[in-house]
Structures are given as structure tokens and as C-alpha cells.
């Protein structure tokens, strides 16, 4: 089975002098003071699952009943939502950020069964989820961050969601020019 996937996500800050992205995840700039804001968000996403044969195992037939038959899918979707992003800075130099949104998207699912192509379309939620926490001096960074997105769609009445899970970890020194 293959999987793949492509997104894109722009998001809009309503207070971004209490709240730095850039400063929570990136560490590209520094945030002085602990603050956060609410969050606009609009994300596009394309996912396509392809498998030779259909997707269910032949051993679980009867269990999924038409979802049985699906063994390529094109799903896309395209929706705006919102949130909140917080970062907590202690002893100046440490961090903890949280930023969680939620979208509302128009999902387009194009399916391949065994016996024929469908398309449907619905309205599906989007999932968006970051923590980081770490150290961001003047002079050195080191942190931790974990991602996790996830869209959900519909395929012949059952639920098939995607996941992007990530974890970083990382060290680093700034170079002044």
C-alpha cells in the first residue's frame, strides 16, 4: 500500500506582539514575555492511498461491508478554522508552547472499487496540535517538539483518517554576521 501526501496551512495571528510562532517553533526570534493568542487558520490538503488489490484483507470480508471493494482513493480538502497558541516563558531563556486549532473543511473523496470508481463530498474536521519546549538563549537553542495532524474523511461509511506524527529534537548556536 502507498500513501501520500501534500499540504498547506496559513495562518493568521490576532495579537502576534503576545504570541510569536516563529519564537515557539522555529527559534528563529525570541519571545520575552509569556503570552498567547487566538489563531485563524486555512489548510488545504491532498491525500491518495493506492493498493493493488482492495484495502481490507480478504480474512475481514463481511466485516466493512462496500469498503471491502476500495483499493484506491483521492481525497482532498480545503477549510478554515481557528484556535489558540500560548507560549509560557520561564527563567527568561525557557519555554513551553501549546498551539491547537481546528478546522471545518469541504472534503472531495474520489474512490476506485474493485467494481467501479465514486466520488463523494462532505464537510470534515482537521486536526492541528504542536507542543515545544526547550531553551532559547542568546547564544544556544536546544528543544523538543511534537506535531500531530490528522483529517478524517469518509469512504463508504467508514471513518479513514490520516496522521502526520512528528517528533524533533534539537541543538544549536546562533552566528552573528
Do not use: C
Not at 116 to 123: L, Y
Amino acid at each position: 500500500m502507498t500513501t501520500k501526501h501534500m499540504g498547506v496551512s496559513f495562518t493568521y495571528l490576532f495579537s502576534p506582539e503576545d504570541y510569536s510562532m516563529v519564537a515557539a517553533f522555529d527559534l528563529s526570534a525570541k519571545q520575552f514575555e509569556s503570552g498567547g493568542s487566538w489563531l485563524l487558520n486555512f489548510s488545504a490538503s491532498d491525500h491518495h492511498l493506492t493498493n493493488p488489490t482492495p484495502i481490507i484483507p480478504a480474512e475481514l470480508a463481511g466485516t466493512y461491508g462496500e469498503y471491502e471493494k476500495v483499493k484506491t482513493a483521492k481525497l482532498f480538502s480545503a477549510g478554515f478554522g481557528g484556535g489558540f497558541g500560548y507560549n509560557l516563558i520561564l527563567f527568561e531563556d525557557y519555554y513551553i508552547s501549546l498551539l491547537a486549532m481546528i478546522n471545518y473543511a469541504n472534503q472531495f473523496i474520489r474512490y476506485e472499487k474493485i467494481d467501479g470508481e465514486a466520488n463523494s463530498s462532505r464537510t470534515g474536521a482537521l486536526g492541528h496540535f504542536k507542543i515545544g519546549l526547550g531553551y532559547n538563549g542568546e547564544k544556544f537553542l536546544a528543544g523538543v517538539t511534537l506535531l500531530n495532524d490528522t483529517s478524517t474523511y469518509e469512504i463508504e461509511t467508514v471513518e479513514t483518517s490520516f496522521s502526520t506524527i512528528e517528533g524533533a529534537f534539537f541543538v544549536g548556536t546562533r552566528f552573528k554576521f
